[in-house]
């Protein structure tokens, strides 16, 4: 069987998250280097669901906040989003979705 990443090595090992066979190169401890790319940047430990669009951090379910449909910010924006909307006025949409939302 050959490596799901990169299709020409021999696979070694089944990553833990995906279930991807991948040969060593791309193992990194028990998961695969593609699931390694998409682990959440908050706390690097579930894979990430969304970007946030004010920092641009990879963010899993449980390190955001929804504020609409397809729409997470990160926790850490979030706290600081009255500050990040006075700085920047043309994000003021994103105060009006958490208004909708409640």
């Known amino acids: 069987m050959l490596c799901e990443v990169c299709e020409e090595r021999k696979a070694v090992a089944r990553c833990g998250i ?50 609409q449909p397809g729409i997470r910010v990160c926790k850490d924006c979030f706290s600081r989003l009255n500050e990040t909307v006075s700085k920047y006025p043309s994000l003021a949409y994103l105060t009006r979705l958490l208004t909708e939302k409640t």
Do not use: F, T, Y
């Open 18 to 67: 995906c279930g991807r066979w991948v040969c060593e190169k791309h193992l990194e401890g028990n998961m695969c280097a593609i699931c390694k790319e998409l682990m959440c940047d908050v706390c690097g430990v579930r894979l990430s669901v969304s970007r946030c669009p004010l920092c641009g951090r990879l963010i899993c379910r449980e390190c955001s906040v929804e504020l």
